[in-house]
């Protein structure tokens, strides 16, 4: 067979995929954002009315206001996320049953939808029925059951608490994987130089797993700018408007007071800034990993 | 508000929001009510769905709500003993109601709207509104059939009928992004006012609001 042949066979190959990311993907984001020229509704019509919806966005104080709300969150749920994660791959890194058992218990959750988990945590947090309320009380923790969606550090550390039960299993699996890719040998050469345990950590297996941490890191910063599902079945956006995320924006606008065509321009400039945002993490992970 | 008299929202940009007497009074006898601690704390955090269940729970003495509230606390809870009164104004002869949930309309364009009057003519006939809504314990649209014989077993019926006609429909075209989407302009002005205490402010705030949206 010539060498001319190959290039092309390897083409058919992909071919199901290249077709696959073209109806899925490229043709959806294509309309996305002939949408949002226009101004159309979630009833049908609309005109031609060029950037005109991304002037009314970058005016819109409102959603730079949830885009700020989302960035903090972000920020502040990552690195708890990472950590947290990486503490628990420690503690169940070891193929013993034990240690397998306590990996399934904790990424039991994360099978369950976002939203399932979050009707769970808003009945937990119930101010008159929930469990929580009634644990902080009996523990003398507080005397009063608390009322935990109408103040926003109370319900931004509810949510928080609730997503982080579960979805941290997700990071601990990832983390298990690249400790366990580690060689023995390292670890074993150190401890006879008179490393300590923490000392290994830190100076051994964080260092060689840093291309897990920043994919677990880029994939929950990601998750993270999309955040919907619990804020709306949780806190409402509330109080007072303060727990509004973009997606949740986007969704208001474009289903609830019918503006499809602003709504598709929210969602184009979210998505710009999550690829600008994972562009420098992908940088950064690749300047770490030469440095 | 609409009892005491006030514009609550604005048709339009030029119109006025939350104007006239009632306003600031009404979210002050509110704010009042928090205070001495007789609005149950889930409120806090409640949008609205939950303002019924709390009633069932026969430890609320007063609630707002609509016609469908009768059957339902005869059927589901016949231990509360219940009485109906109009929404008051802030005089003692002030009342009102709303009106709506339940509408009828031809969209624009709609390529069988002879048709459709037709229907809602026949829907406004005495046979539909007594047979098919009072005789099955629902409002009837029509005030001078307020007081039918399917509604004399019932007089509370009799007086939620009748409150159809010093009731309002809040007619904006944006009432949605007003009032009921989360986080409304409408929403955030309740919970400031009557939580926070901040009735000025929050007035002022959902005045802004409720016209940026009128104009859009």
Redesign the interface.
């Known amino acids: 067979m010539s060498l001319t042949h190959q290039p092309r066979t390897g083409f058919f190959y992909v071919l199901p995929a290249i077709v696959f990311t073209c109806v899925f993907v490229l043709y959806p984001l294509t309309q996305l954002f002939y949408i949002s020229l226009t101004d159309r509704t979630l009833l049908g019509g609309g005109h031609y009315i060029g950037f005109g919806n991304y002037t009314r966005a970058f005016a819109d104080k409102a959603f730079w206001q949830a885009f700020e709300f989302t960035i903090l969150y972000t920020i502040f749920l990552t690195p708890v996320l990472m950590a947290l994660g990486f503490l628990l791959a420690l503690l169940t890194v070891r193929n013993t049953g034990l240690s397998r058992f306590t990996r399934g218990v904790i990424f039991l959750p994360v099978v369950i939808g976002l939203a399932s988990s979050s009707l769970l945590w808003v009945w937990l947090f119930?101010?008159?029925v929930g469990l929580i309320n009634r644990v902080l009380m009996d523990l003398n923790i507080i005397s009063a059951?608390w009322?935990?969606?109408?103040i926003f550090s109370r319900g931004f550390a509810a949510i928080c608490f609730s997503v982080t039960w579960k979805v941290v299993g997700f990071g601990m699996i990832l983390f298990v994987a690249a400790l366990q890719s580690v060689g023995r040998e390292l670890e074993e050469a150190a401890i006879i130089d008179g490393a300590s345990y923490w000392q290994r950590v830190w100076r051994i297996l964080v260092p060689l797993s840093r291309r897990t941490l920043f994919l677990a890191a880029l994939i929950s910063a990601i998750g993270s700018m999309l955040a919907f599902d619990q804020f709306?079945i949780m806190?409402?956006?509330?109080?007072?408007?303060q727990t509004?995320t973009s997606v949740?924006f986007v969704y208001?606008n474009s289903f609830?007071?019918f503006k499809l065509g602003y709504g598709a321009a929210l969602s184009i400039i979210l998505a710009v800034f999550i690829l600008i945002g994972s562009i420098f993490q992908m940088w950064l992970s690749r300047r770490g990993a030469t440095a | 508000m609409w009892g005491s008299g006030a514009h609550v929202l604005p048709a339009g940009p030029d119109d006025k929001a939350l104007d006239g007497p009632g306003v600031k009074e009404v979210l002050t006898m509110f704010h009042d009510m928090w205070k001495d601690k007789i609005i149950p704390e889930s409120a806090q955090q409640d949008n609205g769905t939950n303002f019924f269940a709390t009633f069932e729970t026969g430890k609320v003495g007063m609630q707002g709500s609509g016609g469908f509230a009768i059957s339902a606390l005869k059927k589901d809870h016949p231990e509360i003993n219940f009485g109906i009164a109009y929404l008051p104004g802030i005089k003692p002869e002030n009342a009102s109601s709303f009106v709506g949930g339940d509408v009828i309309a031809i969209p624009k364009g709609s390529k069988h709207a002879d048709m459709a009057k037709k229907f809602i003519q026949w829907a406004l006939t005495d046979e539909a509104q007594l047979n098919g809504l009072a005789k099955n314990l629902i409002l009837p649209a029509r005030t001078d059939l307020a007081d039918n014989e399917f509604f004399k077993a019932e007089p509370r019926y009799i007086t939620t009928a009748k409150a159809v006609a010093i009731g309002q429909t809040p007619w904006v075209f944006h009432f949605n992004d007003m009032v009921n989407a989360d986080g409304s302009p409408w929403l955030q002005m309740l919970q400031t006012a009557i939580f926070d205490g901040k009735i000025d402010e929050a007035i002022a705030t959902a005045q802004d609001a409720l016209k940026t949206i009128a104009s859009n």
């Open positions: 119930d101010q008159q059951p009322t935990w969606f109408n709306y806190t409402g956006g509330g109080p007072r408007g509004f949740y208001q609830v007071f």
